[in-house]
């Protein structure tokens, strides 16, 4: 058995920057924008398709190890939700632990991601982080089943990220801080207090 | 071109770097916690080549590597 760990959130948000702090010691994560990102610097012009081609044997390779590791995934669309289902059917034993970076101001995602790609690493369109961002909740919700727990971080233009909540299936155990960003409070909260199958 | 395959796989994975979650830590811990991963995060982003975007006096700002900040 193995615990997957995906560091979800929509672009901008910091999963690649500050998920490596929530994600335990010395475990390898793989981020396939970041892998894509060194094809480009090395000169290949097709750096997004052999990215993934590189992204998805690696996936597999920790997969027949049976080891721990954690990935970088949006959740913002189903299709990435497909993908952890594909991680979950190879081995029924593995756990799937999201850690959910998220904010209430989505205007801090929109400008990470137009300074990063001035920055000259990839472009991800307003549209399309709008698009992630409406997204996320829902989808989260609509696939809770595939998940063994949920940690959440709350993303602040000011702070460091912070853990603001953990549920973990197993037993329904509910932790979270007294005061919680609107995002979890309006919406999460409630789910997750009702078992995360409402 | 032999430079272009010549990429380990190695090169492609990043670690965690979490000893204890900071939602178990006491205030005192998570405040050096805090510290240390805000000096990560900089450290980290300018070592990619991009800045830190945080709020300074209500506006966002870019913080670079050579130390200029602009409004974003």
């Known amino acids: 058995m193995a615990n997957i760990y995906i560091i979800a959130g929509p672009p901008g948000i910091g999963k690649s920057t500050s998920g490596g702090a929530v994600i335990p010691n010395d475990l390898t994560i793989l981020d396939p924008d970041q892998i894509a990102d060194r094809y480009k610097k090395n000169g290949f012009a097709d750096y997004k398709d052999i990215g993934n081609l590189k992204f998805n044997e690696l996936v597999k390779r920790e997969l027949f190890k049976g080891n721990d590791f954690g990935i970088e995934l949006n959740l913002g669309y189903q299709s990435h939700y497909d993908f952890v289902k594909s991680i979950k059917n190879f081995n029924k034993d593995n756990t799937i632990d999201v850690i959910l970076f998220f904010t209430d101001d989505i205007n801090l995602c929109f400008k990470r991601a137009e300074i990063r790609h001035q920055s000259g690493l990839h472009l991800v369109s307003p549209t399309t982080i709008k698009e992630m961002y409406q997204n996320t909740l829902p989808l989260l919700k609509t696939n809770f089943l595939q998940i063994s727990s949920l940690t959440a971080v709350n993303i602040t233009a000011g702070d460091s990220p912070k853990i603001v909540l953990q549920y973990y299936k197993k037993g329904r155990r509910l932790l979270m801080i007294k005061e919680l960003p609107e995002w979890l409070a309006n919406d999460l909260k409630g789910f997750l207090e009702s078992g995360g199958d409402d | ?72």
């Not at chain 2, 430079?3 to 006491?26: C, H, T, W, Y």
């Not at chain 2, 990619?48 to 900040?69: C, F, H, N, T």
């Open chain 2, 1 to 72: 071109m032999a430079d272009q395959v010549n990429i380990s796989d190695e090169a492609f994975l990043k670690k965690g770097r979490m000893k204890k979650s900071p939602f178990e830590m006491k205030a005192e811990e998570l405040k050096t916690w805090e510290k240390k991963e805000k000096a990560y995060v900089r450290n980290y982003l300018f070592s990619v080549g991009q800045p830190l975007v945080y709020l300074k006096e209500g506006s966002m700002v870019a913080e670079y590597a050579d130390g200029r900040i602009e409004l974003i």
